[in-house]
């Protein structure tokens, strides 16, 4: 590995991408506007004001079908407390009722918490017996905030993808990696050159969106910057590597294009970007297991909404690393100038 | 002088093509060799394989005595037929990074200034002319001070002036020691430039030799040309075995005294009669036929 040679391909590759204006605009723009449009989907004005989780093994006693029939509140029915207390301490619902115990939980800082709490308590004054109430603690967990690592998982994909993957099979097409493979510049070289400048440029991207996004919304981040920094570098270069495999042998823009997307339209809606996948099929939840955006965004949110640590998320991090390096292998194995 | 490169029994197959079929030769070290043939003849072919750009399926390749490798890599500067830069890139910054790829490189400034390309050194590659390009791509070729020059139909689509601009770098390069080896059409510009030539067609090497012993060898006589309006084609024929292109008959013999009489002795006008010696394109139509290749 000759630095030189990687250091003139990194630095020529950079210009390319810094002098595309309306590349560089979209690379920008596109991950803002659908932040900006989701944060205004989800915060608009709905008639159903709040959301009560409710456990019921049995049929209901009428004290709580009163309650349930109150106008404007969303009832989500839930098997189990446990595993849905955490919806509570995030504010995505106002309180969860356990109908069986006549046990109660509300998040101390939520003012729609207090109010359903008013009514529960409204709807049971008549009857025998008394609720036990039980406090929680956690602030609230916007859509917004669960939403942006995703974002800026998918905003990587797509950079990663098809800044590496296009641009190469358009170099191969129209010449360019016939010229430089008439140089001593060898595969390997070539493509770590490609690596390091797409890697810097996404991080540099999506560092302006992150810093830009937060002024402009203000979302949540608990944990480190570094395990930050360091789960969006594995990934990119993770995807970056899918991209390479993709790229190493054909020239055809057309067929680049169709399998690039093939890549990344499963992983745009199997990885638990925009929805979570509990309760979802469980072959679903196998096969999203095998896309590396799945991992990006599990291990990002972890970081960002509830402090993860790097041994809470060792296990993306490890899947992440591994098949980067056998990517990357396959890549350079079959990769073809010509 | 010793052999640079030697091409043996060189053989490349596309599925049932044969495009390079036991092609063999040696060039001498510091000459200029010349690689001709009609399209499809498998001459890009052979240079792209003697590049190491592609694969042989057979036979070998040396330089300097040993396969392909560093050295070569090193000491090669290759223009391809069609080149393709990076988008959004200066032509002084293309010339640095290819400078980068060398362990030795020229002096940007010097090889702008010797290819006339000083004045477009800021500017996007993608707006140079055709011969500003081509100026571009010869001085990246010889970026890294090559020892041998690989030049695949560089002069195609130039105008004359460009043309014989790039002649004139080229025989500079070849005066500063450098081997050169070079695909043309243009038989004129072979003559002008290279040592020896080898005609191909259909994958093989059909003559090889000097341009001047070729033609001692293949030709003992001369074109006369007359107008065809001077000569129609109902007595030139017949008559004198001419053959007809672009309004003018061409009789050749080895006999023009006596071609002479026989056109006075019919009442031809020799009013624009002219005497040539037969040329390189002469023998390439004559080796390699007249009908037209895909």
Sequence with gaps: MNWRRIYALFVARNLEFVRDRSSLAWNLLLPILIIIGFAYAFTGDSPEKFKVGLVASAQLEPS??????????????????????????????????????????????????????????????????????????????????WVMPGVIGMNIMWGALFGIGYVIVRYRKFGVLKRISATPVTAMEFLSAQILSRLCLLLVVNLLIYVGMDFFVDFRMHGSYFNLLLVFILGSVNLICCGLVVAARISSEEVANGLLNLFSWPMMFLSGVWFSLEGAHPLMQKLALLLPLTHITAAARAIMIDGAGLLDISDHLLVLAISSAILLFIGARIFRWE | ??????????????????????????????????????????????????????????????????????????????????????????????????????????????????????????????????????????????????????????TTGLDPQSRRNLWDQVQQVRAQGATILLTTHYMEEAYELCDEIAIMDHGRIIAHDAPDALLAAHFNDVVVQLHATDLPREIGEPEFDAVYRNDSAHIVTGDVNQTVENLLRLDIPLDHLRIRARDLEDLFLELTGRELRT
């Design chain 1, 64 to 145: 709580a079908l009163e309650f349930r029939s109150t106008r404007y509140i969303k009832f989500i029915d839930f098997d189990q407390v446990d595993s849905n207390l955490v919806k509570v301490e995030r504010h995505q619902i106002d309180l969860l009722f356990d109908a069986d115990s006549r046990r109660y939980w509300i998040n101390r800082s939520s003012p729609n918490g207090y109010i359903v709490e008013k009514l529960l308590i409204a709807a049971f004054s008549g009857a025998a017996g008394k609720l036990q109430k039980s406090l929680v603690e956690g602030d609230e967990i916007r859509y917004l905030d």
């Design chain 2, 1 to 154: 002088m010793p052999t640079i490169l030697q091409v043996s029994n060189l053989i490349k197959r596309f599925g049932s093509l044969t495009a390079v079929n036991q092609v063999s030769f040696e060039i001498v070290e510091g000459s200029c060799f010349g690689l001709l043939g009609p399209n499809g003849a498998g001459k890009t072919t052979t240079i792209e394989m003697m590049e190491g750009i592609k694969q042989p399926d057979g036979g070998t390749i040396r330089y300097r005595g040993k396969p392909l490798g560093e050295q070569f890599r090193n000491e090669a500067g290759i223009m391809f037929q069609s080149t393709a830069l990076q988008d959004f890139i200066t032509v002084r910054e293309v010339m640095r990074q290819f400078s980068r790829f060398y362990p030795h490189s020229a002096n940007i400034d010097e090889l702008a200034d010797r290819f006339a390309l000083h004045e477009f050194l800021g500017q996007d590659t993608r707006k140079l002319s055709g011969g500003q390009k081509q100026r571009l791509l010869l001085a990246m070729a010889m970026i890294n001070q090559p020892k041998i020059l690989f030049l695949d139909e560089p």
